[in-house]
């Protein structure tokens, strides 16, 4: 619904540090911006009227229960707080002053590097939203070098690690709009979620 009314162009990542806050991000999380609430987020707004209990639920897994380290991130980065939320957008770093998707980045320095849905090659097969893994030890910890979620970025590449939680599986959304589970391991292959490959 949301690239839809946006001309098919995606929000953007929604990242704690590398890019920081802007309104254009999909989703709104941080503690200091309080005129910008989960409910307020881009995509909930396509929504309509949503109370901020069900819009929670929205983005947290069920089965996500244990905050240990989040509040851990919290505690070392009071000025945003911990990202309370199960699921992240893919993101690729600019190349030049071209976005390589999913999410479209704002820069630091106000300039604007959208991405279209359109130019995804092979929608099903790229994964769009990922559920990262949130704490670093037990059953639901793929990867304890990684890291846990802390924004509504999912690098694949980099740190960013998705969960076991689910029969050492994470659920993600594919970019034509399907579910399934998927390995940890799978995820980091840039196949399965660059927009380019």
């Not at 999380?29 to 109370?51: H, K, M």
Request: with cysteine; hydrophobic share 30%; glycine share 8%.
């Amino acid at each position: 619904m949301y690239l839809n009314d946006y001309s098919s162009v995606f929000a953007a990542c929604a990242s704690r540090n590398t890019y920081g806050f802007h309104v254009e991000d999909w989703i709104y999380w941080r503690i200091n911006q309080p005129p910008y609430p989960i409910q307020n987020s881009l995509i909930v707004a396509t929504l309509g009227t949503l109370n901020s209990n069900y819009t929670y639920a929205l983005f947290r897994c069920p089965c996500d229960r244990d905050d240990t380290y989040r509040a851990l991130e919290a505690a070392n980065d009071g000025a945003n707080g911990s990202y309370n939320y199960s699921y992240s957008m893919t993101s690729y770093d600019l190349e030049g002053p071209v976005c390589l998707g999913m999410a479209s980045i704002k820069d630091n320095g106000g300039g604007w590097h959208p991405f279209k849905s359109t130019r995804i090659k092979n929608p099903a097969k790229k994964i769009t939203l990922a559920e990262e893994q949130s704490v670093l030890r037990g059953p639901e910890c793929s990867d304890p070098a990684g890291d846990i979620i802390n924004d509504g970025r999912w690098v694949a590449t980099g740190t960013d690690r998705l969960t076991s939680r689910h029969n050492k599986r994470a659920d993600v959304g594919w970019a034509d709009a399907h579910v399934s589970a998927v390995t940890w391991k799978f995820a980091q292959d840039a196949n399965n979620s660059r927009p380019d490959f």
